[in-house]
């Protein structure tokens, strides 16, 4: 008994004694403390939140649990389910209600992101139960605006900021004497000068990026850019990202960690050698059986694990896992694309076609004096269909997610990619077939 009482000592918690008389105790709702405070601000009192949305969120369900604690013997229990949890909500509103000796203060946001919330059923109870005072904030706070009763110099700030804000595309004969009077006196005290001009910045400043000098931006590309489309593409979404990538070269630091980067490196590896293997046998997707395919599938996925760049599949049994998952996506997608191949007539001809680099098949863009993009990329795979009209070309580019062509988004730059591989593709049939496809 000693043992277990001495035990029970050192796992206890004690609260300091206040070193002043005036003490702010800042706790959550469920560990209301017994002792009551004599005032009680609760906020946050919502629908979700008084009483909590609880979800199954752990490995059995609640019927498995009910099912399995009925099993269990004395002295043996599982986590409550979620009506167990559910029914201390009473409770615990009732331990917030108790817990003020002088005054308690029930406060909620009516919304929150733009949404609206709703009061908790607790609180809606009680308003109707007794002759509680219900205050709305907003319409109290503007009433001590319009009388300004401003408690601390920050919340006058706090309000000029704002109403400065509201103010700032009026006409001069729109905006309140009161509020182009107050700007005045605090620039001309010397106690709120400092806060003025810092205050004034705040609401008139424009974060609007400024265009490098022409000498900078030479140093920091050049006349020649190299450029990939996914390159022109992420200046056009977003010029600052591109500019810490491609024009301070910045690199975040290497993880070892299976990132979507590293997952999409794994499926073009499939399929390049996949199409590879099947030039070198003559074959192709439809002509493949059940047991050919699955035998090609798993050659190629034996060398694929001998592979130093997907070494980190290898790594942990979580990850060999999810490597099992890699292959069943990728069983999958080739048995779509083998339904593909019999309902189409297009075959395979080339894969991970490197252009723009090497002297193989260039592109330069003129964009200025001695200027010019040189556009490099790799196409994923160029498929050909032979027909009496003559050679149609399709390319294939393969994506880890869904993508949807949108005409608003080519004329925008930031979907320049499909295109310009279509673009390139005829160029090397033109090239390697002499024919115009």
């Known amino acids: 008994f000693m043992m277990l009482l001495h035990t029970g000592f050192e796992q206890t918690h004690y609260n300091l004694a206040p070193s002043t008389l005036d003490e702010l105790t800042i706790t959550g709702m469920d560990s209301v403390r017994y002792l009551p405070k004599k005032i009680t601000f609760a906020v946050g009192l919502t629908q979700g939140v008084m009483p909590r949305n609880i979800d199954e969120t752990g490995l059995l369900t609640d019927d498995e649990r009910e099912l399995f604690s009925n099993q269990l013997d004395s002295g043996r229990f599982l986590a409550p389910t979620t009506g167990q949890l559910q029914s201390v909500e009473p409770f615990v509103f009732y331990q917030l209600l108790m817990s003020a000796t002088e005054h308690l203060y029930l406060s909620c946001a009516v919304s929150k992101d733009g949404k609206e919330q709703l009061v908790s059923n607790f609180v809606q109870r009680l308003l109707k139960q007794f002759e509680i005072e219900e205050i709305d904030g907003s319409l109290n706070r503007q009433k001590r605006l319009e009388q300004g009763d401003f408690v601390v110099p920050f919340e006058l700030f706090t309000t000029l900021l704002l109403k400065m804000r509201e103010n700032k595309f009026k006409e001069k004969d729109e905006i309140d004497f009161l509020w182009k009077l107050i700007p005045h006196l605090l620039k001309a005290d010397a106690a709120f000068s400092a806060n003025y001009h810092a205050l004034l910045a ?104 001998d592979n130093p760049k997907f070494a980190i599949l290898g790594s942990s049994r979580r990850l060999n896992f999810v490597q099992g998952l890699l292959h069943q996506t990728l069983m999958q997608t080739t048995n779509a694309l083998q339904k593909q191949a019999l309902a189409l007539e297009t075959k395979p001809w080339m894969t991970e076609v490197v252009f723009g680099t090497s002297g193989n098949y260039p592109i330069h863009i003129p964009i200025g004096k001695n200027q010019s993009i040189h556009l490099r990329g790799k196409i994923d795979r160029i498929d050909l269909l032979q027909s009496d009209n003559g050679i149609y070309n399709g390319i294939i580019d393969y994506k880890s997610s869904e993508q949807k062509f949108e005409i608003a988004k080519l004329i925008a730059g930031v979907q320049i990619q499909l295109l310009t591989y279509l673009k390139v593709s005829e160029e090397i049939i033109r090239s390697e077939k002499g024919v115009i496809p």
């Open 202 to 305: 705040s609401v008139f400043r424009l974060n609007v990026a400024s265009k490098l000098p022409l000498s900078l931006a030479q140093e920091l590309y050049g006349n020649q850019l190299n450029l990939s489309t996914s390159q022109i593409e992420t200046y056009y979404k977003d010029p600052f990202s591109h500019f810490l990538q491609y024009g301070l070269r910045l690199k975040e630091r290497q993880e070892f960690e299976l990132s979507p980067a590293n997952t999409g490196e794994y499926f073009h590896e499939f399929f390049d050698q996949l199409i590879k293997e099947l030039n070198a046998l003559g074959l192709s997707l439809r002509d493949l059986t059940v047991e050919k395919k699955l035998a090609v599938e798993k050659d190629i996925f034996n060398r694929m694990k």
